[in-house]
């Protein structure tokens, strides 16, 4: 089924650790994009990506890094994480030209 | 400050009336609104969407109204159906040729469709 595998499914990660968080596409769309979402806050945007070789920061992107090394993937990293990312991060794609996205199933992060 | 505002956190509705979701923006650049529907443990799914130069959009059950002037959307879903028990939220964006489209989402409203 095409569409956005992210990995993993849950992690709990113990507070001043790294992680990468897995995004691939097989749609073959040109934009990437991640969010966190929290209670009451919804879904903010952290980085996104137009094209393959370009990133940009979206509205919280302390603390977190991405890369886009090619069309299909898109890896979100925490450097050394805090409590307070503990959130359920979701990737998302686009075609270029707008429209929806298509989301992944998301990843359950807990900080401790 | 939330550009896009959904007030209604939950809504409760009987099965085969209307439901109606609100949502309110503040930046009169937005040109594209929609919204998605999440089931828990599962990312959101598209629903429909509207651009700035329509009031109205309708897909089946599901009926979206544009009042850009008050800068409010609404989704409409008639009849409802316990299957709709989910969070709606509701996104906006500013179209750029060549450039993505980043959404600006709402906090959510959680429907529930009673029997």
């Known amino acids: 089924t095409a569409g956005i595998t992210q990995a993993p499914t849950s992690q709990i990660l113990a507070a001043g650790r790294s992680m990468t968080l897995r995004c691939t596409q097989d749609?073959?769309?040109?934009?990437m994009y991640w969010y966190r979402q929290d209670l009451g806050l919804g879904l903010r945007l952290i980085h996104y990506?137009?094209?393959?070789?370009?990133?940009g920061k979206g509205e919280v992107p302390d603390g977190y890094s991405v890369s886009r090394a090619n069309t299909d993937d898109f890896p979100l990293t925490l450097a050394s994480a805090v409590p307070s990312q503990t959130s359920v991060y979701f990737c998302?794609?686009?075609?270029?030209?707008?429209?929806?996205?298509?989301f992944g199933s998301g990843t359950r992060l807990t900080v401790v | 400050d939330q550009q896009v505002k959904q007030n209604s956190p939950s809504l409760s509705v009987q099965e085969g009336r209307i439901s109606i979701l609100n949502c309110d923006y503040t930046n009169s650049m937005f040109d594209y609104f929609l919204w998605y529907k999440k089931y828990p443990a599962e990312g959101p799914t598209f629903l429909i969407s509207?651009?700035?130069?329509?009031d109205k959009n309708e897909d089946g059950r599901f009926t979206v109204f544009l009042n850009k002037s008050a800068k409010h959307l609404s989704l409409h879903i008639v009849p409802s159906q316990p299957g709709d028990s989910a969070v709606y939220f509701c996104?906006?964006?500013?179209?750029?040729?060549?450039?993505?489209?980043?959404?600006?989402f709402g906090t959510g409203t959680r429907l529930q469709v009673t029997l």
């Open positions: 990506s137009n094209t393959a070789g370009t990133t």
């Open positions: 749609m073959r769309h040109n934009a």
């Open positions: 996104a906006a964006s500013r179209l750029g040729a060549g450039t993505a489209s980043k959404l600006t």
């Open positions: 998302a794609s686009s075609a270029t030209t707008g429209g929806g996205y298509t």
């Open positions: 509207i651009s700035s130069i329509k």
